[in-house]
């Protein structure tokens, strides 16, 4: 656990600057199990601080591995300079940034980090339990992985905070051979927000989740080519999920949009049908915990919902405090920094599509001819939306009703155009939160969202 800063380092800041001094420790804890055998047991960590002076509309940054006191007016001093520098040399001559709500925050309970051999007997039993139960594999592996950032900020103007936003879960991949014997593979992922202690107590608990995939992953094996060209489908709530972030969150980061993406030319239009609307989450949604809480940015900004389109209008963009000032918006919390040693950059924090009113039984119905996808193992968007994603399972509808499992295929599209074409939206939200964001600096995210009906581009054979 870091400690707090005794002094805060607010008396180190002096007066002509905005500053930031952040201490920061990332914990990784990672078991694998390939075939029963133990093939990666690891822990490991990294500490350290960094400062950030922003003068002029110019940030200098500096940083150190080391969370001791004494470190913390060296690295200032660094950033200072670094900040003097450049001003020096682009001159904007911007005016100081105005203050964010001051205040403190303080999580309140310190996650567990329990021993590694409590994940180690945990995989092992969930494994013989695979060995017994699902004959047809031939290939399975388990692996954990709990991560936690664990934060003590201070700010110049702004609110000061100690936060965790730890992370565990485990992977379930299982590979099966097709009647021709060609190898499927499907896997599976169970945890979320909290430490290893709170999420993984039984490991019966797991074995429902064993069952579910393996029942899919021989339906697969029976599975079909889906047929190629634009067809109505329905996304599940993962694939949903991953199209607000990659296509349409990524293109309304206020860092985005000033190099050119394309909601820069979209703000107060309709780029979606009236029965979409979209949130980037801070803390809570849907009367809920969100995935992966953020209560205060990286900047000292606490932080609120950003509402990003409303009944089909794009209505909003995610800034940090510059690009608020920009663009004439508030700051709502979206500057965050993955490692000691990353600056802040705009980010997302648990971007959804709200759910409709429709049940996802009348959504099949409704279909004549297409398909139904659940689930995605890939994705990539541009900044022009334009994606493309995996898609590792699914099936048919035909008649109104689900037929045949599919083998992989992929979704095509440009996010802007495919939005307007829903016409029905579920009542239920589906959340995933056990990748990483991969913009310059990895950043663990929440998304999701509830089954769309809509017209897509579908890769085929």
Not at 82 to 95: E, R, T, W
């Amino acid at each position: 656990m870091l400690r707090e800063f005794s002094s805060t380092g607010r008396d180190l800041f002096g007066g002509d600057a905005d500053a930031e001094v952040r201490r920061q420790r990332n914990t990784v804890r990672t078991v694998a199990l390939v075939q029963g055998d133990l093939l990666q047991n690891e822990r490991s960590e990294t500490a350290g601080l960094s400062a950030r002076v922003i003068r002029g509309g110019v940030a200098g940054f500096a940083s150190v591995a080391d969370v001791s006191e004494e470190s913390v007016k060296a690295v200032l001093d660094e950033a200072h300079k670094n900040a003097l520098f450049l001003d020096g040399q682009v001159a904007l001559g911007k005016p100081r940034l105005p203050a964010a709500p001051r205040g403190s925050f303080r999580m309140a309970r310190e996650p567990g980090d329990p021993e590694q051999k409590k994940y180690v007997e945990f995989a092992r039993e969930v494994d013989a339990y695979i060995v017994k139960n699902c004959p047809k594999l031939v290939s399975r592996r388990l692996r954990f992985r709990a991560d936690c950032m664990e934060k003590v900020l201070t700010v110049s103007g702004g609110t000061d905070a100690h936060t965790y936003l730890p992370r565990c879960y485990l992977y379930l991949f299982f590979t099966a051979n097709t009647p021709d014997g060609v190898p499927v593979d499907l896997y599976s992922v169970v945890g979320g927000y909290g430490s290893f202690d709170t999420l993984f107590r039984d490991p019966e608990a797991i074995f429902p989740e064993v069952d579910l995939l393996y029942g899919k992953l021989l339906a697969k094996t029976e599975g079909i080519r889906p047929e190629a060209g634009e067809k109505t489908c329905i996304l599940g709530g993962s694939l949903t999920g991953m199209l607000a972030h990659e296509a349409v969150g990524h293109t309304v980061e206020a860092d985005l949009v000033l190099g050119g993406s394309v909601a820069g030319r979209m703000l107060g239009r309709v780029v979606a049908s009236p029965l979409v609307s979209l949130v980037d989450y801070a803390h809570a949604a849907f009367g809920k915990p969100a995935p992966l809480p953020v209560y205060v940015d990286d900047e000292g900004t606490p932080a609120v919902d950003a509402e990003i389109i409303r009944d089909g209008i794009l209505v909003g963009y995610l800034n940090n405090r510059d690009t608020a000032v920009r663009f004439g918006m508030k700051p709502q919390g979206n500057a965050r920094a993955y490692s000691f040693s990353d600056e802040p950059l705009i980010r997302m924090r648990n971007t959804a599509i709200l759910p409709g009113s429709s049940r996802l039984s009348d959504m099949i119905a409704s279909v004549e001819d297409g398909y139904y996808l659940t689930d995605t193992n890939n994705g990539q968007a541009d900044t022009t939306g334009e994606f493309m994603f995996g898609v590792s399972m699914g099936y048919e509808i035909k008649n109104g009703k689900l037929g045949r499992a599919l083998l992989d295929t992929t979704i095509s599209g440009v996010a802007f155009e495919m939005l307007k074409t829903v016409d029905m939206v579920s009542d239920t939200v589906t959340w995933s939160s056990s990748g990483f964001c991969g913009k310059k600096q990895p950043m663990p995210v929440g998304l999701g969202g509830p089954e769309l009906r809509c017209r897509l581009m579908m890769g085929g054979c």
